[in-house]
């Protein structure tokens, strides 16, 4: 699981330093405390001699280091050589300085112990931190990442009634009543439930999402987190904020506004998941690392998140959401309704919907979504479809969360198909077909 350098790194190594080196260690040190509480002649021109920074690095260089493990000679020789580059640079300022001709001495006499050649490579100022087996970014450090390159990342999120945006940026409208997987794979399952929100309409949003970490070697036990409207607990299943391997911080509950808003950080696996309660409904935002999410087999290919909704459970055509003209008309008494979904009909406004124009809605949406995305659409559908004025914070807060998550800034915005700009070209070669029949005119006049 990536423990990072074989053999450099053991905790509590410091203690362990092989007994030929302790004296002239332990010397070192003394020398180095003399010149932080600057002794009388000792400190000649304290302000430019830097042999204290010197003795700090060296020290950080071989703290960590284990002398009964392979390799700690090679490791040891590099910190030396950096120590004696270090001195060599301040050298002239150090001039007449008691700890810095002190440190030189020593620095000679652990190279000739160590058999130190005086040219080789050298550490770098700072010390590699050992790789933590529950620190999924740690792992992937330690397997040869380079400090610039990051993990690949996928994003999911689902709001509304309900809209979906896959891993591969898809952005779809489904019915998906029932439970339906959103991720399943080796290391997490996520699976949401969702109702109809009004009669007449395929239109559903989600109650209950349930979470499943699974149990990850010594990084953390099963863990079980579950919300339903009106109960978002801010502790798993079993009572606990956190599970297991590194102090409890390889996966742990933040909660961010008591029953409507918290996020659950998995960092074993590089897995962030915010769940929100807005109105009497649920949403869900996700960034999992590429290889966790691909992490599955044949059995585990129904995942929304992964392949997106069945052909049959889509509302939405290519991404274009057909948008009724005005409010919901209830094609069936509304106490009748309530009674059949008491959770989805308190989320519906007092007043009457029907009057409910298009002109209204995306007035009302506008004034959270300001450029006409998907998000936006989104919002107007269900405002329309629902009359709950509730799915416009849904839709602003998805498009907040999705910012936070998803990876790549030039893919947050999506647009519907039939919304999309129309390129230059186009736009030329209609000039043209307007123009052609008057040219016929005043041809044949």
């Known amino acids: 699981m990536g423990m990072g ?13 092989h007994a030929s080196s302790v004296y002239l260690l332990s010397f070192m040190m003394l020398l180095a405390l003399t010149f932080w509480v600057e002794v009388g002649e000792c400190q000649a021109q304290p ?51 008691l700890v810095f001709h002190s440190a030189m001495l020593g620095i000679s006499d652990l190279m000739s112990q160590r058999n130190c050649t005086k040219d080789g490579p050298t550490s770098s100022a700072q010390p590699e931190a050992p790789a933590e087996p529950c620190d999924y970014h740690g792992r992937q450090r330690a397997l040869g990442a380079s400090e610039n390159s990051h993990p690949s990342y996928l994003f999911c999120g689902l709001f509304g009634d309900p809209h979906l945006r896959t891993f591969k940026d898809d952005f779809q409208t489904c019915k998906v009543e029932g439970a339906w997987p959103l991720i399943d794979n080796n ?22 999402i349930t979470m499943i970490f699974k149990p990850h070697q010594d990084c953390t036990d099963q863990k079980v987190y ?13 009572g606990t904020v956190s599970g297991g391997g590194s102090n409890g911080r390889s996966l742990w509950i933040v909660e961010k506004a008591a029953g409507q808003h918290l996020e659950i950080h998995a960092g074993y696996i590089g897995t962030t998941v915010i769940v929100r309660q807005l109105g009497r409904y649920l ?16 059995s585990q290919d129904l995942q929304l998140c992964m392949n997106g909704c069945p052909s049959a459970e889509r509302i939405d055509r290519d991404g274009h959401l057909p948008l009724p003209e005005q409010g919901p008309r209830w094609a069936a008494p509304q106490h009748q309704y309530r009674k059949l979904h008491p959770r989805a009909s308190q989320g519906l406004a007092a007043t ?6 298009s002109e209204a809605a995306m007035m009302a949406c506008q004034a959270q979504l300001e450029v006409k995305d998907i998000y936006f659409h989104s919002c107007v559908f269900d405002l329309l479809t629902t009359g ?13 969360d999705m910012e936070a998550l998803h990876p790549i800034r030039e893919r947050w915005r999506i647009f519907p198909s039939s919304y999309s700009p129309v390129p230059r070209h186009h736009h030329r070669l209609l000039l043209l077909c307007s123009l052609f029949p008057v040219f016929l005119l005043d041809l044949f006049q």
């Open 388 to 400: 709950d004025s509730n799915f416009t914070s849904a839709a602003y807060n998805a498009l907040k």
């Open 187 to 208: 290391y997490l399952s996520v699976q949401v439930t969702n109702i109809p929100v009004v009669p007449g309409s395929h239109a559903t949003a989600t109650i209950k």
């Open 283 to 298: 949403t869900l935002a996700a960034r999992v690392p590429r290889e966790v999410a691909m992490a599955f087999d044949e």
């Open 352 to 357: 009457q919907r029907s009057d409910l124009t």
């Open 226 to 238: 579950q919300a339903v409207t009106d109960n978002l607990p801010s502790a798993f299943m079993d």
């Open 5 to 17: 350098k074989s053999g450099f790194y053991y905790p509590g190594a410091d203690r362990l330093i």
């Open 47 to 97: 302000s430019q001699c830097h042999i204290q920074k010197c003795t700090t690095n060296f020290f950080s260089l071989t703290s960590h280091l284990n002398p009964s493990l392979y390799g700690f000679d090679t490791e040891f020789c590099k910190a030396l050589r950096a120590y004696s580059a270090c001195t060599q640079h301040t050298s002239k300022s150090c001039r007449g300085n």
